[in-house]
């Protein structure tokens, strides 16, 4: 077996299998776009609230999952991103436009909240993030103009019911689609391997010349953007926000934080498989009152207990499969140029023994 | 965090297949996913479904309701009476209803909103779209009512709500003069319900007309705070002045700074609308703090039979508040002519009201399948929305929970129900229990006796 020597090794990004992974990306997400020449309109409008839980939760993923930054304030961009919407429309825009425009705005705004909340680190910036959010919906509701603690609905609104649930669809799914491929691309960036470094050991990242807190801010302004996008799309919905307490709820964050640890933490598949699985839930259960949250709760300390790594972590574990290839190896390379008598001509590493290029190996 | 080499990795080809079958399996779930609000609804449903109407034309007629309410959460004290009352309503239509001499099942879809606002209006939604309902019931707080009359207003559903002050539907929701309520009736006093019957309870006594408001930053509070559709015209022209602290957040723990200013201000009546807690740490601080009014209309927090004895040192004892209803209010049910007095009896005979006490928010909902049941009536079609909601622009009728009067209304879509003025009082075997001290404008009620000031 050849071992690892410097200059006859490369690194594998996975390339073959991210082709594949576009190719099918793209069916998929084209197929969805379709579906509601397919099914019925009421039929496709459930699948928004699934798109935004899975757009929320791989934000909180990428947050904390990959940057190392346990934030309970997400909910500070939602409720922004809802309340964005009344701004932009107020100001003449359509409330599409409004939602995109605004999350814009609102990733600047988090890009100087970042500065707040960057000084404090572990939980006490779950703690602040937290203040910060409520001190957003402090601020938000003495506006007269957004409705103050009335909530508000959106006034300018396409007519016809059939159209606005397809264009709050397409909206979800667009903005899903480009959390994901944002997220993928993001990851299997250099900025990618900065952060799994991060995630892995900040201190060690540091050493290693990694620039962390400008991979946080990006992350952490990415990650509110998201949010924001999530809101608009749940304020789209709602045809406005009915009570500034329920958009700003830090209950978002309590669901976020179980989408992503029910479905697996530090990967971009788990948050899917997480919301998915609370989507599913709630539709199914959701009307067996207080015992519907029993169940929750017990699934949630169920996997923490049992399957650390969520479910996705222990399928992976399990089948060693992924579907978003952000990881690397390192395999070596063969060379005529050394002597090579034990292993003539070994192209592709034998599987079984391939030990070395195994534990080299990082996945995301 | 520590990644654990895998065992052994797997060549490509079979990798790829493992890709393509998770993502499969993704694809899939998604679209497992769809059907499943479907499930737990009726095999009527399916019927119905298929043709993407209103679910009219077949064999089976089948009028399906939806009913949102909060069974669960912080808002439960309106609902506890609902399983007795929707018993009641489902054993009233199990022989269906017959319009113009046909004779249609009626399906009731109950479903819980947890309290939260977000909810009410996903289930909305989702029973117009998927469960195609032909009427949208929903009830108690605007955070219940508005979300559901958002959905029906945008997607064009018969939508009939109640127990909500219908200023905060109308005006909170967005609608006024210019957007009106095109698909949507509404029943419930508003702000006048409070502002115009509690000077008549004030009048009975002597104080100096100061009013101290507690009016928080929500749905409720904005509408009282309104300085033109607001609570603060209506006590003026009686003579009244309303000192307002400002308004503060749900859940405060401390209202010192609320209760110095009462005492600056000297004032001697309370009034507001906070919720259940809030009104309870309000009430005790003020005890501890030497705050001692004449007299205190408190809406909302003590709507409900609970809020009052779990108030220490029984200060609850003499608070008073707006009433819709109770045992001696002279209503009665459309659908068998049932008392007031008879359905507190019937209910706390009935297993569902085990344990309970009877509160003044059931009857209204029940009231609203009520009204349905006429307006569905007059509409001459049930699946025709247009009719429906032009059907129940014209009713006027006494329910058990009052007389719904849309022909009258404020506002096009609301009606309004009068109010009397309740007073808490402990008897002598150490129960709590209120009664009348004024009839406001209730109509033949009788008085119990004077409202009493309040003892410190």
Redesign the interface.
């Known amino acids: 077996m050849e071992p690892l020597v410097p200059g006859q090794v490369r690194v594998d990004r996975l390339r073959?299998?991210m082709i594949?992974?576009q190719i099918?990306?793209a069916g998929?997400i084209v197929?969805?776009a379709m579906a509601p020449y397919v099914?019925?309109?009421?039929?496709t409008?459930?699948?928004i609230?699934?798109f935004y839980l899975i757009t929320l939760a791989t934000a909180w993923n990428l947050l904390a999952g990959f940057a190392g930054m346990v934030s309970v304030g997400q909910q500070a961009y939602i409720g922004l991103g809802a309340y964005g919407v009344f701004v932009f429309n107020d100001l003449g825009l359509d409330p599409y436009s409004s939602a995109l425009v605004a999350s814009v705005a609102i990733g600047v705004i988090a890009f100087a909240l970042s500065f707040v909340a960057f000084r404090l680190r572990g939980g006490y910036f779950a703690i602040g993030t937290w203040v910060i959010a409520e001190a957003v919906r402090?601020i938000v509701?003495r506006f007269d103009s957004l409705?103050?603690?009335?909530?508000?609905?959106i006034?300018d609104?396409t007519a016809d019911?059939v159209m606005?649930?397809l264009f709050t669809y397409w909206l979800a799914l667009g903005i899903l689609t480009a959390t994901l491929i944002g997220s993928l691309f993001l990851l299997r960036s250099c900025m990618g391997v900065a952060l799994q470094s991060i995630?892995?050991n900040e201190l060690a990242a540091r050493a290693l010349g990694v620039d962390v807190s400008r991979a946080k801010r990006i992350v952490f302004v990415l990650a509110a953007v998201m949010a924001a996008l999530a809101g608009s799309v749940?304020c789209l919905?709602?045809?406005?926000v009915?009570?500034p307490?329920?958009?700003f709820s830090v209950s978002f964050s309590a669901f976020m934080i179980f989408m992503v640890l029910i479905g697996g933490i530090?990967t971009l598949e788990g948050p899917?498989l997480g919301a998915?699985i609370y989507?599913?839930m709630d539709?199914?259960f959701?009307?067996m009152?207080?015992w519907y949250l029993v169940v929750l709760g017990v699934l949630a300390i169920a996997v923490t207990l049992f399957l650390p790594q969520g479910i996705w972590g222990a399928l992976r574990?399990r089948?060693?499969?992924?579907?978003f290839p952000v990881g690397h190896r390192v395999v070596a390379v063969p060379h005529p140029a050394a002597p090579a008598p034990a292993a003539p001509a070994v192209r592709a590493p034998d599987?079984?023994n391939?030990?070395t290029?195994?534990?080299a190996?990082?996945?995301g | 965090m520590t990644y654990p080499a895998p065992f052994r990795s797997l060549a490509s080809g079979r990798r790829r297949a493992v890709v393509i079958a998770a993502s499969a399996s993704v694809a899939f779930a998604l679209a497992a996913c769809t059907p499943a609000g479907v499930d737990d609804a009726d095999p009527s449903d399916s019927a119905a479904g298929g043709d993407g109407g209103s679910g009219g034309d077949g064999a089976t007629e089948t009028i399906t309701i939806g009913y949102i309410a909060p069974a669960t959460g912080t808002l439960t004290g309106f609902t506890d009476g609902d399983p007795y009352m929707l018993s009641v309503v489902r054993e009233q239509f199990a022989d269906g209803i017959t319009i113009d001499g046909t004779t249609y099942a009626v399906e009731i879809i109950d479903r819980d909103s947890g309290s939260d606002a977000a909810k009410a209006g996903e289930l909305a939604q989702e029973l117009i779209t998927e469960e195609q309902v032909d009427l949208l019931m929903a009830t108690s707080t605007p955070e219940t009512v508005n979300p559901v009359v958002a959905q029906c207003e945008a997607h064009g559903t018969p939508c009939l709500t109640a127990n909500a002050p219908w200023q905060a539907v109308v005006f909170g929701g967005g609608f006024g003069p210019d957007k009106p309520l095109e698909w949507t009736h509404h029943f419930f006093f508003g702000i006048e319900g409070f502002g115009d019957v509690d000077p008549l309870a004030w009048d009975q006594v002597e104080t100096n007309k100061k009013v101290g408001v507690l009016w928080p930053n929500d749905s409720d509070g904005g509408a009282f705070r309104d300085p033109d559709t607001g609570y603060t015209p209506l006590v003026e022209a009686h003579g009244y002045t309303v000192v307002d602290p400002g308004a503060y957040e749900n859940g405060t723990a401390d209202f010192t700074s609320i209760i110095q200013t009462f005492k600056d201000e000297g004032v001697e009546i309370i009034s507001g609308i906070p919720i259940p807690p809030d009104f309870v740490t309000f009430w005790t601080q003020a005890a501890q703090q030497g705050f001692e009014p004449k007299v205190a209309t408190v809406g909302k927090a003590l709507f409900f039979p609970t809020t009052v004895p779990s108030i220490p040192d029984d200060l609850g004892e003499g608070l008073a508040f707006a009433t819709w209803w109770g045992p001696t209010f002279p209503y009665e049910s459309s659908f068998d002519g049932t008392t007031p007095q008879e359905w507190i009896d019937d209910f706390s005979a009935s297993p569902e009201g085990e344990g309970l006490v009877w509160n003044q928010a059931t009857p209204l909902n029940g009231a609203l399948f009520e009204v349905a049941k006429v307006g569905l009536e007059a509409s001459g079609d049930p699946f025709d929305k247009e009719a429906l909601v032009a059907a129940f622009d014209d009713i006027n009728m006494m329910t058990l929970g009052g007389q719904i009067d849309f022909t009258s209304g404020p506002f096009p879509g609301i009606a309004t129900i009068p109010t009397a003025m309740g007073q808490w009082e402990k008897t002598d075997d150490g129960e709590w229990e209120w009664v009348v001290v004024d009839a406001g404008t209730v109509p033949d009620l009788p008085v119990d006796r004077p409202l009493e000031l309040l003892e410190w």
């Open positions: 073959r299998r594949t992974v099918i990306g998929v197929a969805l099914f019925e309109p009421a039929v409008s459930q699948w609230k699934l402090q509701i409705g103050a603690g009335r909530g508000r609905g006034e609104y019911p606005r649930n995630r892995d749940i919905q709602q045809i406005g009915q009570s307490s329920q958009i530090g899917i998915i989507y599913v539709l199914w959701s009307q009152g207080l574990a089948f060693d499969i992924t579907l599987p079984q391939d030990t290029a195994a534990s190996t990082t996945e």
